[in-house]
């Protein structure tokens, strides 16, 4: 048991310099090895996954608050929204087969690694729309619109126990008229909300060992340090291209594990 814990631990490191050189994606790569390397039942991989990416998001939102990179009056609106969709996606789950799940959960990797192609290019054109986000006061329309986004988000990250970073950035930078930076450091306070009301969710109905996420919280805040110094001297490009081929691999993994 204890080198199980070990080697789950390990992975954490990893997943965690992963975390802090992208930015995202650290859950999609978390629930795998929560399952099959510490054999965890599937809700209660997920919802363990919630509990350790709330965690771990709290300490990488630090360092974005230091830096001025967090808008907290922006990322509320958009965090209570999400918190009341991921908790009753949370609920939710209660109700649905694992296997479901897991078919959601492999669909979303498959989603994760098509955006992380594609977040150049997306980046980059909403950084071409007239300037949005640099310098401008985010409008009461559009935080309305941001909440209306943020709850089917956070239902989707409630359910399923990841997946909202990918989208959070795009919301945040049109809806609340955020810079690429300032909505990045935003969308992780967003993330560990809905992240930690999901985790709520799931806590009637499935059963969490405090101690083994209290390690994975440790060992992902910790290496994801190093990921975002890490970060600075590897081409954003190329860990992208990694990072989604590594995804692809997992779901193909967990597809022949599920329905194989």
């Known amino acids: 048991m204890e080198t199980t814990l070990a080697i789950g631990v390990a992975a954490a490191l990893i997943i965690g310099v992963f975390l802090g050189m992208l930015g995202g994606g650290g859950s999609v790569l978390l629930v795998p090895v929560l399952l099959y390397v510490l054999k965890l039942p599937p809700k209660a991989a997920l919802a363990t996954s919630q509990l350790v990416m709330a965690g771990t998001t709290v300490i990488a939102m630090l360092l974005h608050a230091r830096a001025g990179r967090v808008v907290f009056a922006v990322g509320l609106v958009f965090g209570i929204s999400g918190m009341t969709g991921s908790f009753l996606g949370g609920r939710l789950a209660h109700h649905l087969p694992s296997q479901l799940l897991l078919t959601g959960f492999i669909v979303l990797m498959v ?71 300032k909505a990045v450091g935003t969308s992780l306070l967003v993330i560990a909300m809905q992240s930690f009301a999901g985790s709520l969710g799931y806590l009637g109905h499935a059963t969490v060992d405090l101690r083994l996420v209290g390690l994975l919280i440790a060992a992902m805040g910790t290496s994801s340090l190093l990921g975002g110094l890490l970060s600075q001297r590897v081409p954003a490009a190329l860990l992208r291209k990694l990072f989604a081929g590594l995804l692809l691999a997992v779901a193909c993994l967990m597809f022949g594990r599920t329905f194989l």
């Not at 997306?122 to 986004?149: K, Y």
């Not at 988000?153 to 930076?181: C, D, K, Y």
């Open 111 to 181: 989603v994760s690694a098509v955006q992380m192609l594609r977040k150049k290019r997306t980046v980059t054109s909403l950084a071409g729309q007239g300037g949005v986000g640099v310098g401008v006061e985010p409008s009461s329309h559009g935080l309305w619109l941001g909440a209306a986004v943020g709850f089917p988000t956070g239902l989707v990250t409630g359910l399923l126990g990841a997946g909202g970073g990918f989208l959070v950035v795009p919301a945040l930078t049109l809806f609340g008229r955020l810079s690429i930076e």
